[in-house]
């Protein structure tokens, strides 16, 4: 690592419970980084903490112990210079597609005009042109997932933290949407870091992957993806070096499964 990272976790610990007999440790000891522009995963076994870990990132769950600092100031609570996208869609139900992207730009104090600017920058990003009117309700899955990825990135916050975004898909959906977020990196080179349990998820993404243990949740490995890029799913999975990474990452994970049981 030869310049500051954008991202930098220094011994993260998160203890849930009141530190007596029913306190649980989620995660222990973490120390990781996320470069300027770079695509970085967490995986590993369920309950390992990388949900938590990345919930401390954003600011929605206190740090027990260490610092998690992004352009090296500790973080302490939610900021603009973080977007967020869930699982779930979190969207506002009464709020048309171009509205919803538009409450991130609430407290921007940008004139109305570039507000319309950049809401139609980002519908076009996403690919909603002709659905910006509609309501969340009127969407597929994959579409309202689509305008909180609009939503996260309107504001051009310093990073994107993604947790298990296309974890609720149907297969089909999942893969459109992978492609959708590599063309929007690849185009914006926004910093990310991204939970998934999906381990072909995470090399066609990534420029690099931490694999993390079972509960505690530490990291075990960290392993760079040498695959080149511009990345397009069929043409990656065919080659041996993405076979070769997802053997290492699905064994190193099934060991701490076994550990764990």
């Known amino acids: ?81 973080r977007g967020m996208v869930f699982q779930s869609y979190t969207l506002f139900p009464w709020l048309s597609v171009e509205e919803n992207i538009r409450f991130s730009l609430k407290k921007s104090g940008l004139p109305r005009a570039e507000q319309d600017v950049l809401v139609r920058e980002h519908i076009e990003l996403v690919g909603l042109t002709s659905f910006a009117r509609a309501y969340p309700n009127q969407l597929s899955g994959g579409m309202r997932q689509r305008v909180a990825i609009a939503r996260a ?21 999942r893969l459109q949407m992978q492609e959708l977020l590599l063309n929007v990196w690849q185009t914006h080179r926004t910093t990310v870091l991204f939970v998934t349990h999906d381990v072909e998820e995470a090399i066609l993404l990534s420029d690099r992957i931490y694999v993390m243990t079972a509960r505690p949740g530490r990291i075990k490995t960290e392993i760079t993806v040498d695959l080149p890029r511009p990345r397009h799913l069929l043409e990656t999975e065919s080659d041996p070096r993405f076979a070769a990474l997802r053997r290492q990452v699905l064994t190193l994970i099934r060991a701490e499964a076994q550990r764990s049981q």
């Open 1 to 81: 690592m030869t310049a500051s990272p954008k991202l930098q976790a220094q011994r993260v610990w998160k203890i849930f419970g009141d530190r007596s007999d029913h306190e649980v440790v989620a995660v222990q000891d973490v120390s990781l980084h996320v470069g300027e522009n770079e695509f970085v995963s967490l995986v590993g076994p369920s309950g390992c903490g990388k949900s938590t870990l990345l919930m401390m990132a954003a600011g929605l769950e206190p740090i027990s112990a260490g610092d998690i600092l992004i352009d090296g100031r500790p973080i302490t609570g939610p900021g603009a210079d």
């Open 153 to 173: 990135l309107v504001y051009k916050p310093a990073m994107l933290l993604m947790d298990e975004p296309f974890g609720a898909l149907d297969a089909q959906t």
